[in-house]
């Protein structure tokens, strides 16, 4: 037992020496730490730099808010055209192999501003007709894609200017479109 402590204590007198690789594998290490350090210092300092999107929303609100002559365009819009909401419709559609579908679909019409009011009441029930003329030939798979609904818009607008005198149909805005 003797011999094992003084192996053991041998060594404190001496110096230790380490091997070349070691060092050099430490040095290297240092390096890397230190290099690791800075591009993480550089990028933080980056992303500090960049407005964030709430400073981006402000700057925007701030800039419409002070343009001359906004009040004179938010009127012109207002006062752009007549919008002219219908009843729901709910009408079968055009059936193929399949169970019988439906549609209930609520619209609301966008006519130019010289569009007479007396005028569309009275030809309420030819638009009508003529929308639900529309909606029974179609299938419940063209309505159901995009371009299906965009080219209904675009039929509805054909049939309904056809035969209006005064005025003319903008738009057709969907508010409820519902295929069963």
Excluded: C
């Amino acid at each position: 037992m003797a011999e094992d402590q003084k192996d053991k204590d041998s060594t404190d007198g001496k110096p230790v020496s380490i091997s070349p690789i070691v060092l050099v594998f430490l040095i290297l290490n240092s390096i890397g730490l230190a290099a690791l350090g800075f591009f993480q210092y550089t990028y933080i300092k980056k992303q500090a730099a960049k407005p964030s999107v709430e400073d981006i929303i402000k700057k925007q609100l701030e800039e419409s808010q002070h343009h001359p002559g906004d009040d004179e365009l938010i009127e012109a819009k207002k006062d752009e055209g007549r919008s002219y909401p219908l009843d729901t419709f709910s009408v079968n559609l055009a059936q193929g192999d399949g169970p019988r579908r439906y549609l209930r679909l609520n619209t609301v019409l966008k006519f130019t501003k010289d569009a007479r009011q007396e005028e569309l009441d009275a030809r309420k029930p030819q638009i009508r007709d003529s929308i639900i003329s529309i909606l029974n030939a179609k299938r419940p798979e063209d309505l159901l894609k995009k371009e299906g609904k965009i080219f209904l818009k675009d039929e509805i607008k054909a049939a309904i200017n056809a035969y209006l005198t005064n005025g003319k149909l903008e738009d057709v805005f969907y508010t409820g479109f519902q295929v069963n």
